[in-house]
């Protein structure tokens, strides 16, 4: 686990800031006790997370893709080549939506905006070795040169159908 207790409890808040302010029908399928609760949460997302994530146009058309997510300090992360048309879109139209599904069992979806990042800057050295650690080292010859973007969430909703013991009775407030 590398996020502080700093960010678990802005997680928390942000889950259940976005809950409070769902739809009729989204608080009735996610009921109370379907919700995941951040600390399930981040252990839940350990490792490589297959992200659907969808940028836009310029002329509004939503484009999905699938990435790899990685979420470190309660936030997912993703890369993608420098010449690749999402990275292209995100420059000037950062908004996004992303999604990760595991059969019926978990669901978390994530809308906010990606602000692209500098692996070589120190404020980054935590998530390239989180890079390092989950890919291995050979990472640096074919994932340190692609591009990468942290999704700052204004919204995240984490649900579960299935018997799992990180659904329901973690959403505490």
């Given at each position: ?31 109370p006790d379907r919700r995941v609760g951040a600390a399930a949460l981040i ?131």
């Amino acid at each position: 686990m590398h996020e502080t207790a700093e960010d678990l409890k802005n997680l928390q808040l942000l889950l259940n800031r976005s809950y409070d302010r769902a739809g009729s029908h989204l608080r009735d399928v996610v009921t109370p006790d379907r919700r995941v609760g951040a600390a399930a949460l981040i252990d839940l997302m350990a490792g490589v997370q297959v992200l659907v994530l969808a940028s836009v146009t310029a002329d509004g058309r939503p484009l999905t893709g699938a990435v790899d997510g990685l979420f470190y300090r309660a936030r997912f992360w993703f890369g993608s080549s420098q010449n690749s048309v999402r990275m292209r879109h995100l420059v000037t139209r950062p908004q996004v939506s992303a999604t990760h599904v595991r059969s019926e069992d978990l669901a978390v979806t994530v809308h906010g905006r990606a602000r692209i990042v500098d692996l070589d800057d120190p404020l980054t050295a935590g998530f390239r070795a989180y890079c390092l650690e989950t890919y291995g080292e050979d990472w640096s010859d074919w994932g340190a040169s692609s591009i990468y973007a942290r999704i700052e969430p204004d919204r995240m909703f984490a649900f579960g159908f299935g018997p799992s013991p990180a659904v329901g009775g973690e959403s505490s407030r």
